[in-house]
């Protein structure tokens, strides 16, 4: 049996884009992360170290974002799903990028992105 924590909202600041003002200019990328482990060695032991950091992942998460501009939020969304996965206790993670100031000529709310990866490398 797999578990789900979910770290939502996430803020980050990338320069990700296919315009040279979004590489220039950057802007805001909203990150949700939702993992799937096996929680129960963490529960039985109320122990840090037998279960994900959230705290460091998510400090991970924010530097993968923060570095090295990519044009694609498919691209950036696969980084992050490696980043989670580098824990061997993540099974599988569904990574949604956010990108709510994308350079469209209409009204939006958002543009999303939701990826699922497993250890496997499977979709």
């Given at each position: 049996?797999?578990?789900?924590l979910?770290i939502?909202?996430?803020?980050?600041?990338?320069?990700?884009?296919?315009?040279?003002?979004?590489?220039?200019?950057?802007?805001?990328?909203?990150?949700?992360?939702?993992?799937?482990?096996?929680?129960?060695?963490?529960?039985?032991?109320?122990?840090?170290?037998?279960?994900?950091?959230?705290?460091?992942?998510?400090?991970?998460?924010?530097?993968?974002?923060?570095?090295?501009?990519?044009?694609?939020?498919?691209?950036?969304?696969?980084?992050?799903?490696d980043?989670?996965?580098?824990?061997?206790?993540?099974?599988?993670?569904?990574?949604?990028?956010?990108?709510?100031?994308?350079?469209?000529?209409?009204t939006?709310?958002?543009?999303?992105?939701?990826?699922?990866?497993?250890?496997?490398?499977?979709?």
């Open positions: 049996m797999t578990d789900e979910a939502t909202g996430v803020e980050c600041f990338g320069h990700h884009g296919v315009f040279d003002f979004e590489r220039r200019e950057g802007q805001t990328f909203v990150i949700d992360l939702m993992l799937g482990l096996d929680t129960a060695a963490a529960a039985a032991s109320d122990d840090l170290r037998d279960t994900v950091d959230y705290g460091s992942l998510v400090a991970s998460v924010q530097a993968a974002v923060e570095r090295d501009p990519v044009d694609l939020i498919e691209t950036l969304a696969q980084r992050i799903a980043v989670c996965l580098l824990d061997s206790r993540v099974e599988w993670t569904r990574i949604t990028v956010h990108k709510p100031e994308a350079p469209i000529e209409a939006f709310a958002d543009v999303a992105l939701t990826i699922t990866r497993t250890r496997e490398g499977e979709k």
